[in-house]
């Protein structure tokens, strides 16, 4: 059976418009290859699927290496914004970018939300 990328797709544009101060999110592979996107203007869609996978790499060396067990999610935060990357499914990331006016309860509860839809799509 077939990945719905059209139904992908159609979720993370809807994840970005209706969840306030999100400016863009990402599905990609482990090893860094995109899956489905609704990036902001300007970000290289590769490059990002890149860095997410990357991030996750190095959190989880750092969660075994610290012995805190399996990364669930990662957060960066620059002068900019936030960068979450978190597990969805077995197979996949989700990368998600957001203002530094976000509520981050908030965010990680409709992250959890939305990471449940998309891996029922991918089955």
Not at 64 to 78: A, D, F, N, S, Y
């Amino acid at each position: 059976m077939a990945i719905d990328t059209a139904a992908l797709n159609q979720k993370l544009q809807a994840f970005v418009t209706e969840t306030s101060h999100v400016q863009g999110a990402a599905l990609v592979t482990p090893t860094g290859l995109p899956i489905a996107e609704s990036l902001p203007k300007g970000f290289e869609e590769s490059r990002a699927a890149a860095m997410a996978a990357a991030a996750m790499t190095i959190g989880d060396r750092i969660g075994e290496e610290l012995q805190r067990g399996p990364i669930q999610h990662i957060l960066l935060t620059g002068s900019q914004g936030h960068s979450i990357v978190t597990l969805c499914g077995e197979e996949t990331l989700f990368l998600v970018l957001a203002g530094l006016d976000v509520k981050q309860g908030i965010l990680m509860l409709e992250i959890r939300r939305v990471v449940e839809e998309m891996a029922q799509i991918i089955g």
